[in-house]
């Protein structure tokens, strides 16, 4: 059973999260030939505070970026 888990930053809505379970277990079915029930889809938000990259954090990296606009 192929378990799919998206993690992303919050903020999509609920229409966008249903298409993106659906396009992940679709394009799923069609690669690995399997049925839609055995697919299994996890979307967790991260807050930005919590993802790094590069040694600093995504939300300092937003500021840093709302602050030169």
Known sequence: MPNITVQMFPGRTVEKRRELIAELTKTTCAVLGCS??????????????????AGETYADRMAAKKAET
Do not use: F
């Not at 839609?36 to 990259?53: C, K, R, S, Y």
């Open 36 to 53: 839609p029930g055995a697919v299994t889809v996890m979307l967790q938000d991260v807050d930005p505070i919590n993802w790094g990259e």
